[in-house]
């Protein structure tokens, strides 16, 4: 039993009269331990279908139309979709943990660390201030935060971005979560502060075997520490397979796009691939291969109506038929 | 943002709350300091002077109309012989009383209602709002008018009606606070470890609210008082005999030209009070802000 099973996700905003349709029929399945990347632009879909899960979004105007996904605890599978407020809210924090983008705001400025790190214990785990300030020092020397006793009881707006992030990461990982959902969390960070952060909540989900949602642009990190990757377009998903995989033989066009905008240095001095337009607009879902509605993009009329299914093509490799021709690096550069 | 405290600067104390937090960093700001102290210099001064004074509010003495300020009178006397000090003392225990309480109500109602529909947002937020402003459109002495009549005559009927008023604006300002706050991602970390909203609007929401609820707090007082001195007035506050500040500086304000003193002396009362409280919200706006600790 994975110790995550989500089968057909679909999220939707009802605004003013119109419906925007976030996240279209997902499936996918996390086992235990298992780290999974979901990579794809700025409004594919990535963060609504994380939040989705943990149900914090508005509702409404968010609606979660349809799917089930299961999660193993202690007491037996549980359907994150159909849980109580009372439910979900034991589930938040205790079986799914969840560290955001922007550590700046985060934390709440008006509290000490002490306060916001036991708050989860004590609730959780009903313990004593006193053991769960223990507690909270220990995580925060696990993150990498010296002289812990003491800073644990200073504010927020004295710690840097980066410390601020390990913080959070101790506040997640200290109620013992099964599964993080990391959206973007180094995207505010510059770049040798994110190796560091993510070398450590590597490590720390390692040895507790937690399973990791990664969320990220950066398909470098997706390669480096991703078991799997699920790569996202216009809240659908195009292809998933194994990291490795998938980052030297990417089958679906969108896929093989997101590689090509990666800057390395055998391609030094030379001007990036991005396809030029955004990615379609979600108030009318794509009946067909969403990707043909990309300006540049050409390809034939087979799936201009009917939307292309999933297809397998290796072990767990699961690509969505496209037949999609990507603009030639020419017509790009000179858009 | 300094990514190493510096050793040598102190850390607090362990587990020192929030609010022992902010007496310190009160206690290092001289005006607000001072302020506090002479705030309750006056309270004092209204509250345990009357029964020192040996005149009562009332004691009229016909042969001492109008009387300079002297030793027997430091204050003077008015139009009935009246000892203007005693009649200042209890005046101001009037004022005082009315803007602590009104106050008081004000916050109590308006942070909540303000803050729970900030948090709901959506439809019921915009219901409660609404709700708000319907109030706000209704005249506000016909308002009065109405709970004194259905309540009959009190002096703290009166304390609660204002603050019944006052409440839509701190309403309105903690409900725009909270919908911007509650975006923040902090409210989600929250959220994320389980918390239940009511503990999110009160541990996190509200302290981070609250330097805009003490400054608004600090302008209501003076408010509240000169609404009580309108009414009083209208015949619908205080009554005569009864003195309050604001019917004293009225009726000195009468008399300018013969006994200036009626005038000043009340009036000197009144505003240092409000410059007092407004220092004293300032510096208070700062205590309660973490970020403003530097030295």
């Known amino acids: 039993m994975p110790l995550l099973d989500v089968q057909g996700l679909t999220t939707r905003f009802a605004m003013r009269g119109e419906t925007v349709h976030a996240v279209e029929d997902v499936s996918f399945v996390l086992e235990e331990g298992e780290v999974l990347g979901v990579v794809g632009e700025s409004g594919s879909g990535k963060s609504v279908m994380a939040s989705s899960l943990l149900r914090l979004l508005p509702m409404p105007p968010a609606q979660i139309a349809a799917g089930q996904a299961l999660l193993q605890t202690e007491s037996g599978p549980l359907d994150l979709l159909q849980l109580s407020e009372r439910e979900i809210r034991r589930v938040r924090g205790r079986e799914i943990g969840m560290i955001f983008q922007d550590p700046m705001t985060s934390l709440n400025p008006y509290l000490r660390l002490s306060t916001q790190l036991t708050e989860g214990l004590r609730r959780h785990y009903g313990l004593s201030k006193r053991a769960a300030i223990e507690q909270a020092i220990e995580a925060l020397e696990r993150v990498g935060i010296s002289d812990a006793a003491k800073r644990i009881h200073s504010h927020p707006h004295e710690f840097s971005g980066g410390m601020r992030q390990r913080v959070m990461i101790a506040m997640m990982l200290l109620l013992q979560p099964r599964l993080l959902i990391a959206d973007e969390p180094t995207t505010a960070l510059d770049v040798t502060v994110q190796r560091q952060i993510l070398d450590q909540l590597g490590a720390l989900c390692r040895d507790a075997r937690t399973a990791v949602l990664l969320i990220t642009h950066d398909l470098g990190v997706v390669a480096q520490r991703c078991h799997r990757v699920m790569v996202m377009y216009a809240g659908q998903v195009m292809e998933i397979g194994p990291s490795q995989v998938i980052c030297e033989a990417p089958r679906h066009p969108y896929t093989q796009a997101l590689l090509r905008a990666r800057p390395s240095a055998s391609l030094r001095g030379q001007p990036l691939y991005a396809l030029p337009g955004n990615p379609p607009d979600l108030r009318e879902p794509p009946v067909g291969d969403p990707l043909l509605l990309r300006p540049g993009v050409t390809g034939g009329d087979r799936w201009r109506t009917e939307r292309p299914p999933l297809e397998q093509v290796g072990a767990g490799h699961w690509v969505r038929a496209s037949e999609a021709v990507l603009p030639a690096w020419e017509e790009v550069r000179d858009a | 943002m300094p990514e190493q405290v510096p050793p040598t600067e102190k850390l607090p104390p362990p587990g020192r709350s929030y609010w022992g937090d902010a007496w310190s960093r009160l206690a290092r700001n001289r005006l607000a300091l001072i302020s506090l102290w002479v705030l309750v210099g006056i309270t ?12 009562g509010f009332n004691d ?3 042969a001492r109309v109008f009387a300079d300020p002297s030793g027997a009178f430091p204050f003077g006397t008015d139009d009935l012989g009246r000892d203007q000090m005693v009649r200042i003392m209890v005046g101001g225990r009037v004022s005082l009383g009315i803007g602590l309480t009104a106050t008081a ?22 219901l409660m709002m609404r709700l708000v402003d319907v109030l706000y459109a209704m005249p506000f002495t016909i308002f009065v008018i109405m709970l004194l009549t259905f309540f009959g005559r009190n002096m703290w009927l009166l304390f609660v ?17 909270v ?10 970390a929250a959220r994320m470890l389980g918390q239940p909203w009511y503990r999110i609007v009160w541990r ?9 609820i003490v400054v608004y707090a600090t302008l209501t007082v003076p408010s509240v008082i000169l609404l009580e001195s309108f009414l009083s007035f209208l015949g619908l506050g205080v009554q005569a005999p009864r003195p309050s500040w604001g019917s004293l500086i009225k009726f000195g304000a ?7 003193h009626l005038l000043i002396i009340p009036a000197l009362f009144f505003s240092v009070t409000l410059f007092c409280l407004n220092f004293l919200g300032d510096g ?6 973490p970020q403003s600790r530097r030295d």
């Not at chain 2, 919908?179 to 989600?188: A, C, G, I």
Request: charged share 15%.
């Open chain 2, 179 to 188: 919908r911007s706050l509650k975006e923040r991602d902090f409210v989600l």
């Open chain 2, 284 to 289: 208070l706006r700062d205590a309660l802000d």
């Open chain 2, 60 to 62: 009229q003495d016909y």
């Open chain 2, 161 to 177: 009606a204002i603050g019944a008023v006052e409440w839509l604006t701190m309403a309105r300002m903690v409900y725009g606070q």
């Open chain 2, 204 to 212: 996190h929401l509200l302290p981070n609210v609250l330097g805009v």
């Open chain 2, 105 to 126: 109500v004000t916050l109590i109602i308006g942070v909540l209602y303000g803050a729970v529909a900030g948090y709901a947002g959506g439809r019921l937020g915009a």
């Open chain 2, 254 to 260: 009468d008399q300018m030209t013969t006994s200036p």
């Open chain 2, 44 to 55: 004092l001064f209204c509250v345990v002077g009357p029964w020192l004074r040996g005149y």
